[in-house]
């Protein structure tokens, strides 16, 4: 499975953007699509999941009422809206797949993409 993010960019506090991941390849067996994040001198976190046949979805409290996680099942896409964006949101955004059950965990994501920066002005 091969994964490529596009949207990412610089955008003032309060402000919104709207990231998108391609997938190809073998995704037949993809169960769950989900977006994480790392800055810089940090671990890479979970940020937000879906799950694929279903279209249920996990939120990480810190951006739980601000971002939304959606996908297009014929394009073989997820996407991730982020509005009213805080400083704090600055990071490198990755895609990520998973053909396992426990699709909440960051563990059982095998399949990343390059990532795109997000930085957010206060």
């Known amino acids: 499975v091969q994964l490529v993010e596009s949207g990412g960019g610089l955008v003032q506090a309060g402000g919104s953007l709207r990231l998108s991941c391609a997938a190809s390849?073998?995704?037949?067996?993809?169960?769950?699509m989900g977006w994480f994040r790392q800055a810089p001198g940090k671990e890479r976190d979970f940020v937000a999941a879906?799950?694929?046949?279903?279209?249920?979805?996990y939120y990480a409290d810190s951006v739980k009422g601000r971002f939304t996680i959606s996908r297009d099942n014929f394009k073989n896409s997820v996407s991730l809206q982020m509005n009213s964006l805080k400083p704090e949101d600055t990071a490198v955004y990755y895609c990520?797949?998973?053909?396992?059950?426990?699709?909440?965990?960051?563990?059982?994501?095998?399949?990343w993409g390059q990532g795109t920066q997000v930085t957010v002005s206060s």
């Open positions: 390849g073998r995704t037949f067996s993809t169960n769950a």
């Open positions: 990520a797949a998973t053909n396992s059950l426990n699709w909440i965990s960051i563990a059982e994501y095998d399949y």
């Open positions: 879906i799950h694929w046949s279903t279209g249920s979805t």
